[in-house]
Antibody, heavy 123, light 111 residues
Framework: EVQLVESGGGLVQPGGSLRLSCAAS????????MHWVRQAPGKGLEYVSA????????YYANSVKGRFTISRDNSKNTLYLQMGSLRAEDMAVYYC????????????????WGQGTLVTVSS | QSVLTQPPSASGTPGQRVTISCSGS????????VYWYQQLPGTAPKLLIY???QRPSGVPDRFSGSKSGTSASLAISGLRSEDEADYYC????????????FGGGTKLTVL
């Protein structure tokens, strides 16, 4: 069974940093691109970032480019999102998600999602 | 303002058939697969339809997807109370630095 479990969310002050993790199990993690998607309270889904299966390519939404860094450790089956210079508008539930197709980022979207971790940005 | 356009709400009575539309452009729906997700209150989105019209195992055949040109639709037949949820469409976008785009979501109410 595919499982994605996010952790690392919490309360952070504006301008602060936070690192999210997503522990994957039940599939060959190193064969799939992975993504981060967020959802502000009461709002819709917003794409954040993606990373290729081997970590060699990364993609960022304009809203987080230069502030967030996506990475992965295939030996630990774990995806990360390092978030910096956090703003009030970054407050959201952050989900990690698996690409629907193996070994590709472009063209397909997600099949499995984690349960999400809440990031609150407030002073 | 979402890149893909969905109606904000839809409704139906038990047993009815409901459709939810999703409109995009040539750079997303027009040239890539459409995906549909169901989000029950307080839970993560769940894949309902992938690659325009494919159902993952475990998704009832009451749910079906279609795509034509730059638009797509999700149909739910035999509506049940447990179908009350938010529904989102999504697609990859070939535009520079856009990647995945979503619809704004449709809140389905079962009357």
């Amino acid at each position: 069974e595919v499982q994605l479990v996010e952790s690392g969310g919490g309360l952070v002050q504006p301008g602060g940093s936070l690192r999210l993790s997503c522990a994957a199990s039940g599939f060959t993690f190193s064969s799939y691109a992975m993504h981060w998607v967020r959802q502000a309270p009461g709002k819709g889904l917003e794409y954040v970032s993606a990373i290729s299966s081997n970590g060699g390519s990364t993609y960022y939404a304009n809203s987080v480019k230069g502030r967030f860094t996506i990475s992965r450790d295939n030996s630990k089956n774990t995806l990360y999102l390092q978030m910096g210079s956090l703003r009030a508008e970054d407050m959201a539930v952050y989900y990690c998600a698996r690409s629907e197709a193996k070994n590709t980022v472009a063209g397909t979207v997600f099949d499995y999602w984690g349960q999400g971790t809440l990031v609150t940005v407030s002073s | 303002q979402s890149v893909l356009t969905q109606p904000p709400s839809a409704s139906g009575t038990p047993g009815q058939r409901v459709t939810i539309s999703c409109s995009g452009s040539s750079s997303n729906i027009g040239s890539n697969y459409v995906y549909w997700y169901q989000q029950l209150p307080g839970t993560a989105p769940k894949l309902l339809i992938y690659r325009n019209n494919q159902r993952p195992s475990g998704v009832p055949d009451r749910f079906s997807g279609s795509k034509s040109g730059t638009s797509a639709s999700l149909a739910i037949s035999g509506l049940r109370s447990e179908d009350e949820a938010d529904y989102y469409c999504a697609a990859w976008d070939d535009s520079l630095s856009v990647y995945v785009v979503f619809g704004g979501g449709t809140k389905l109410t079962v009357l």
